[in-house]
C-alpha cells in the first residue's frame, strides 16, 4: 500500500512563494502527480515527477527525491486564484494512483 | 469539447436504495476510475478499468460495482446504499495508464447523500 502525508493548511500573503511538502512511504512507485483542486471543483493536473530533480512550469516547480521518499511543489508569486487544494498522488507499479489528503493553501492580501 | 461528465451532480439516497452514477467520457481514453473524496482522507479509488471490458478493484470497493461495456462509459453502482457512503464521488480517464505522464482527467463530481 501507499502511505503520503502532506500538511493540512497553509497560508501565505499574495505575492510570496509556498512551498507545500509530500513525504510517501509506498510498495512500489512509477511516478509522482500533483493536482489542484478548488473548492467544489474537480482536480487539474499541474506536474509529473518520475526520476529525481526539479521540473518548472511558470510559477510553479516540483521536486523529487526518490531515495528520501518527498516531493514538494513550489508556487512562486502567489496570485490569490492560487487558493485551492494541492494533492500528492503516487502511481504504484499497477498504475494506479494513491493521493494525499491535500494541502489547503490560502493566499491572502 | 466535453471531455468527462457526471450525471446526477447531486443526489439525496435513502438507506438500503440502489443507485447508479453514470460517466461519459468522449476523449477515447482506455482508462477510467471512480474515486470517493471524504473530508480529511483526500481521494480513494473505488474501482478501475484499463481498458473496455475489464475492471479491477482499488483501494475501497465493497458496496460498488462497476461495468466497462464500450470505451465511453463507465457507470458505478451501489447496491443497497449506506450512510458511509455519503461522499463526493469523481470519475477520471487516462489515455494510457502507467506510461510517462499519463494525466487523469476528472469530472466534475456526484455529491451523494444516503440518509
Known amino acids: 500500500g501507499q502511505n503520503i502525508d502532506q500538511p493540512t493548511e497553509m497560508t501565505a500573503t499574495e505575492g510570496a512563494i509556498v512551498q507545500i511538502n509530500c513525504t510517501y512511504q509506498t510498495s512500489g512507485f512509477n511516478g509522482l502527480f500533483w493536482y489542484q483542486q478548488h473548492a467544489g471543483e474537480a482536480p487539474t493536473f499541474l506536474s509529473y515527477?518520475?526520476?529525481?530533480g526539479l521540473e518548472e512550469k511558470g510559477r510553479f516547480s516540483s521536486f523529487l527525491s526518490r531515495s528520501k521518499g518527498y516531493s514538494y511543489l513550489l508556487l512562486k508569486e502567489l496570485q490569490m486564484k492560487d487558493s485551492a487544494s494541492y494533492l500528492c498522488a503516487v502511481r504504484d507499479n499497477d498504475y494506479k494512483l494513491s493521493f494525499g489528503a491535500g494541502t489547503t493553501v490560502t493566499v491572502r492580501a | 469539447t466535453a471531455g468527462i461528465t457526471q450525471a446526477p451532480t447531486s443526489q439525496i439516497l435513502a438507506a438500503g436504495r440502489s443507485m447508479t452514477l453514470r460517466c461519459t467520457q468522449d476523449m477515447r481514453h482506455n482508462a477510467m476510475y471512480w474515486y470517493r473524496q471524504d473530508l480529511g482522507l483526500g481521494l480513494r479509488l473505488i474501482h478501475y478499468?484499463?481498458?473496455?471490458?475489464?475492471?479491477g478493484k482499488g483501494e475501497v470497493p465493497d458496496g460498488y460495482s462497476v461495468s466497462r461495456a464500450n470505451t465511453d462509459d463507465f457507470p458505478l453502482t451501489l447496491a443497497s446504499a449506506v450512510p458511509s457512503q455519503t461522499s463526493v464521488y469523481f470519475c477520471a480517464s487516462s489515455d494510457s495508464p502507467g506510461q510517462g505522464a499519463d494525466t487523469q482527467y476528472f469530472g466534475p463530481g456526484t455529491r451523494l447523500t444516503v440518509l
Open positions: 515527477n518520475v526520476l529525481d
Open positions: 478499468s484499463n481498458t473496455a471490458g475489464t475492471t
